[in-house]
């Protein structure tokens, strides 16, 4: 994975409609948690975000974060990382990202977003392993992986389960079987595997929990599983309590492999238009109008607080 050309070089990250939507989503939560004691703006936001910062450039804008840090491990595209720094509270460190987060302050609050444009393997596991023990109380830690099967177009659930096999046999459940590893079940997989990694890497941690707060797929060019939640002692747990999962829909607070999908529908600027003058409930009657199907309207009301602007200037 270390040799591919890193995903930048393929895909503009500012214009990933699906992407964003998980990035507003996000933001989103972190507001509800400050909200019930979290003091998110004084967190220090750690991440991979390669030439284009759009995650950076989002949590200080609308979170106020002030500390952020971006690893790459390629320091061949050190110049542009360096150029790109949309402002001079972002730091770039040029290294590997499990050796970063394991030199992370017991006496600080993160968010750390383990945002791999790869499938998961051992360095996955090691850096979310290096993570879980490392971040302290009340710390925000989300893992992405590329949740497509492993191998070649002629590979099958036979050769899945190898690969999972060999990168996280001891994460896997008890009697593994090729029938657990289909194309549909393999988000389900790595969620398992996750959550595995999870419950090992916070054993050794008296009385500190993992509270789920994202279980989430969705597709720009890849299909794409987003965990994360909350580093909670006993105080953490008391607040959230509080936290209005059941009126917010992306909340998952179990990882049962069922995620939330985000669902980006292809619509006009005259349509996102008309559709918003329905928000919330009422796109249906707006569907006569524009010729959209039912599914397109109703993908759309679910994100559409959260769905992403762009324009051509010369339209």
């Known amino acids: 994975m270390k040799g591919a050309a890193p995903s930048f070089h393929k895909v503009h990250y500012a214009l990933r409609p699906a992407k964003q939507v998980e990035r507003r989503m996000f933001i989103d939560a972190f507001i509800q948690l400050s909200k019930i004691g979290f003091p998110i703006s004084d967190y220090h936001y750690v991440g991979m975000g390669s030439v284009y910062f759009v ?5 200080h804008r609308y979170l106020g974060i002030a500390k952020m840090t971006s690893v790459e491990i390629r320091g061949t595209a050190k110049r542009r990382l360096e150029f790109n720094r949309p402002c001079t509270l972002v730091g770039v460190h040029i290294g590997d990202i499990a050796a970063y987060v394991s030199s992370l302050s ?23 392993k290096l993570a879980l023990v490392q971040l302290s109380p009340g710390s925000i830690l989300i893992i992405t992986v590329d949740a497509m099967p492993p191998g070649g177009s002629e590979d099958g659930p036979a050769e899945w389960m190898d690969y999972y096999s060999d990168v996280a046999g001891p994460y896997l459940w008890l009697k593994p079987g090729p029938a657990d590893f289909s194309r549909s079940g393999i988000v389900k997989v790595n969620t398992r595997i996750l959550q595995s990694v999870i419950d090992s890497g916070l054993a050794g941690r008296q009385e500190i929990t993992f509270f789920p707060l994202f279980d989430m797929c969705y597709k720009d060019v890849h299909e794409m599983l987003t965990i994360g939640g909350v580093i909670s002692s006993s105080q953490e747990r008391g607040w959230l309590k509080s936290l209005d999962t059941k009126r917010f829909r992306y909340f998952r607070t179990r990882l049962s492999g069922n995620p939330y999908k985000i669902r980006v529908p292809l619509i006009t600027r005259k349509e996102k238009l008309q559709l918003d003058s329905a928000m919330p409930g009422q796109g249906s009657k707006v569907m006569s109008e524009t010729g959209l199907t039912i599914k397109d309207i109703k993908d759309y009301e679910k994100i559409y607080r959260f769905y992403p602007d762009y324009a051509e200037m010369y339209l």
Do not use: S
């Open 55 to 59: 995650d950076y450039i989002m949590f």
């Open 106 to 128: 017991p006496d600080r609050r993160y968010i750390v977003w383990l945002d791999y444009d790869h499938i998961l393997d051992k360095d996955v596991i090691n850096a979310l």
